[in-house]
């Protein structure tokens, strides 16, 4: 069989995202099953036009007789994709999530944001299989996108295998890097308003309170929108940019994970935590409530009470943070690449 990737996600912001890791690491798995296949892989970039990308996609499934095409990013082409374009061939989709339909006010502010928006979820409708992420993103397909869910197959996503226990734990070396001389909480995740960063600190300052300042909240990656306005609070660590590296050192000396988002498709970051042995505070809502119940603290995002008081029971309570990680250790088997990848072929198959 002659499998064609699309690899959009390399020419947007989506590349070090959740969408781009996500894609590139199912490509692989696929890849990496058997070699019975032959792959192929489409780039859309300098395409200006529906008409240029229509020609370039017939063009790319007559020269490689594909059979099968995996459209790993659909919303990160310039123009909506249209399934005539694939003729015979047939095509498969990754739906991570309804999160503009759910935000519209956020995501989708003008008609023609909206109008683009709706044209790439009628091109998944259309197409012959969508690969859900998770439970949650396959209902959300269903009552936001209107999707037929007897074309729904929902796979979850894996874990790079970096994202391990080490020993002996390296928090000393991320400490010296990264000036952290306490005790540390953990977020990673990116900076969108739906990652919930403000309500996180005001939490974290409360409970820090009460805990007699013994712990430091540590927050990854590019948020130079909070780094300003919080840089002067005690306690607060922006690190900037690391390295997958570092951030598995991160996770490994965190006393636990923090991630409160408002709203996901999956949550990665949930699970890299887990498999670094570190436990898990996390929201109630969304895909995380399913990849979290019962190995992880769940509460209400929306409410930094509740949050800040999960902060405290948790950081007071030892045994249940160390319940937390062989919880979670235990759990994030299930989630493997291989698998992942073998689910999509079975169900071209």
Same mark, same amino acid.
């Given at each position: 069989?002659?499998?064609?990737f ?104 003008s ?39 007897n ?52 939490a ?18 590019s948020?130079?929108q ?48 887990? @498999?670094? &042995?570190t436990?898990? !505070?996390? /929201? =109630?809502?969304s895909? $995380?409530e +399913? ?16 949050? @800040?008081? &999960?902060?405290?029971? !948790?950081? /007071? =309570?030892?045994?249940? $943070?160390? +319940? ?26």
């Amino acid at each position: 069989m002659n499998i064609g990737f699309d690899i959009a996600f390399k020419q947007s912001g989506s590349k070090d995202r959740g969408i781009g890791r996500y894609s590139q690491s199912l490509i692989d798995s696929i890849m990496n099953l058997n070699n019975e296949h032959q792959y192929y892989f489409f780039s859309p970039n300098y395409i200006r036009t529906k008409m240029d990308l229509k020609n370039r996609i017939q063009r790319f499934i007559a020269h490689y007789k594909i059979d099968f095409f995996l459209i790993t990013s659909p919303f990160d082409y310039s123009v909506p994709l249209e399934k005539e374009w694939f003729g015979d061939t047939r095509v498969g989709v990754i739906f991570y999530d309804t999160i503009p339909l759910i935000y519209p006010k956020v995501y989708l502010p003008s008609p023609v944001l909206t109008k683009g928006y709706q044209s790439i979820l009628d091109f998944i409708a259309c197409c012959d299989i969508v690969y859900a992420i998770s439970e949650t993103t396959k209902q959300d397909a269903i009552s936001y996108g209107g999707i037929n869910p007897n074309i729904i197959k929902v796979v979850y996503g894996g874990l790079d295998s970096e994202f391990k226990v080490i020993e002996p734990n390296p928090i000393a070396k991320v400490a010296e890097k990264y000036k952290i001389a306490k005790p540390y909480l953990l977020y990673t995740g990116g900076s969108d308003f739906r990652k919930n960063i403000p309500r996180l600190i005001e939490a974290f300052s409360h409970a820090n309170n009460e805990l007699n300042n013994h712990y430091e909240l540590v927050i990854t990656g590019s948020v130079s929108q909070y780094t300003f306005s919080m840089s002067k609070m005690k306690n607060l660590i922006f690190t900037g940019y690391v390295s997958n590296e570092d951030l598995v050192e991160l996770y490994n000396g965190a006393t636990l994970f923090v991630f409160l988002s408002l709203y996901e498709g999956l949550g990665l970051p949930v699970l890299e935590a887990m @498999a670094c &042995g570190t436990p898990v !505070l996390t /929201s =109630n809502t969304s895909s $995380l409530e +399913e990849i979290g119940r019962d190995v992880a603290y769940l509460v209400d995002p929306y409410n930094s009470d509740q949050i @800040a008081r &999960g902060m405290v029971y !948790l950081l /007071s =309570n030892p045994s249940i $943070l160390d +319940e937390l990680k062989k919880r979670g250790l235990n759990h994030v088997k299930l989630f493997k690449w291989d698998e992942v990848g073998r689910k999509v072929l079975a169900e071209y198959n």
